[in-house]
């Protein structure tokens, strides 16, 4: 059985860090790529951060380039993203994703098969 699970959402300040983490079971990491995603309320779900599989490669949303970080740790089932230089904008349930599709469809949410439940980061000024 599939299952992700986020963790390390919270409520912080303008300007400070979090670190979120995806535990992913079921899966073979180094068949998938691996991405985080976010969605406001009212808005589409964003793409975030990838990771092309097996993990030399990562790619970004033009909103966080410069200040999140995705890593992933295959042996240990995890994806990471940290998140620095925090914004109110950032404000949003943050999701991560497992993604066999072709690379060019990296940054497509519909690309992606499995998903965990979210984790809510609000960031407050």
């Known amino acids: 059985q599939v299952q992700l699970t986020e963790s390390g959402g919270g409520s912080v300040q303008t300007g400070t860090s979090l670190k979120l983490s995806c535990l992913i079971s079921?899966?073979?990491?180094?068949?998938?790529?691996l991405a985080w995603f976010r969605q406001a309320p009212g808005k589409e779900r964003e793409f975030v951060a990838a990771s092309k599989r097996p993990g030399a490669n990562t790619y970004y949303g033009q909103s966080v380039e410069g200040r999140f970080i995705i890593s992933r740790d295959n042996y240990n089932k995890m994806v990471y993203l940290q998140m620095n230089n925090l914004r109110p904008e950032d404000t949003a349930v943050y999701y991560c994703?497992?993604?066999?599709?072709?690379?060019?469809?990296?940054?497509?949410?519909?690309?992606?098969?499995?998903w965990g439940r979210g984790t809510q980061v609000t960031v407050s000024s």
């Open positions: 994703g497992a993604s066999t599709a072709a690379l060019s469809a990296i940054r497509q949410s519909e690309m992606y098969r499995y």
């Open positions: 079921g899966l073979t990491l180094t068949n998938y790529h």
